[in-house]
T-cell receptor, first 115, second 111 residues
Framework: DAGVIQSPRHEVTEMGQEVTLRCKPISGHDYLFWYRQTMMRGLELLIYFNNNVPIDDSGMPEDRFSAKMPNASFSTLKIQPSEPRDSAVYFC?????????????FGDGTRLSIL | SQQGEEDPQALSIQEGENATMNCSYKTSINNLQWYRQNSGRGLVHLILIRSNEREKHSGRLRVTLDTSKKSSSLLITASRAADTASYFCATDNMYGNKLVFGAGTILRVKS
């Protein structure tokens, strides 16, 4: 079975540019999560969706960050304009339910570097 | 915010030895999960333990949970070089939504 697929795997861009990260969850999973991982702050939940609807975006750091899920098989995380402090690894994960009694399945992440 | 805190931050052992990692958390939980992350990869789920369980086994993994102390431990027996990775605990809350991950333990198994 295909796992969670993220693209691109690496992104290097200059400050001020728009960045779009993409995620394809596992088919049949109703929940999709976006995380950010840094050495300083660890793994942080940014936003999660249930059946394509954003449920909790309290972890989104600023208005420069936005996320959408136009259908059950695709989600995007956009940063506009990007800043050097946005440099991190961004993970997408999916789960059959949002309950903590189900494992989350992670993609291999997008390593983002903002120069 | 981090709910779980792993201890130690880093652990280096010889192949064949056992590795024990600990996780402490602050608020009441329904479930606690352990994940592994290899360098440059995403997190992989290892094992889940519910709040009414005290111990769980999966292959060479043994997880314990002490809700009175708000702590959990992950034991990897007969470690292998391939076990070299970061290990994270993750907890939900009493409402069961969202997982909060700890800072992780970096395990290095030397062959």
């Amino acid at each position: 079975d295909a796992g969670v697929i993220q693209s691109p795997r690496h992104e290097v861009t200059e400050m001020g540019q728009e960045v779009t990260l993409r995620c394809k969850p596992i088919s049949g999973h109703d929940y999709l999560f976006w995380y950010r991982q840094t050495m300083m702050r660890g793994l942080e939940l940014l936003i999660y969706f249930n059946n394509n609807v954003p449920i909790d975006d309290s972890g989104m750091p600023e208005d420069r960050f936005s996320a959408k899920m136009p259908n059950a098989s695709f989600s995007t995380l956009k940063i506009q304009p990007s800043e050097p402090r946005d440099s991190a690894v961004y993970f997408c994960a999916s789960s059959p339910t949002g309950s903590g009694n189900q494992p989350q399945h992670f993609g291999d992440g997008t390593r983002l570097s903002i120069l | 915010s981090q709910q779980g805190e792993e201890d130690p931050q880093a652990l280096s052992i010889q192949e064949g030895e056992n590795a024990t990692m600990n996780c402490s958390y602050k608020t009441s939980i329904n479930n606690l999960q352990w994940y592994r992350q290899n360098s440059g990869r995403g997190l992989v789920h290892l094992i889940l333990i519910r709040s009414n369980e005290r111990e769980k086994h999966s292959g060479r993994l043994r997880v314990t949970l002490d809700t009175s102390k708000k702590s959990s431990s992950l034991l990897i027996t007969a470690s292998r070089a391939a076990d070299t990775a970061s290990y994270f605990c993750a907890t939900d809350n009493m409402y069961g939504n969202k997982l909060v991950f700890g800072a992780g333990t970096i395990l290095r198994v030397k062959s």
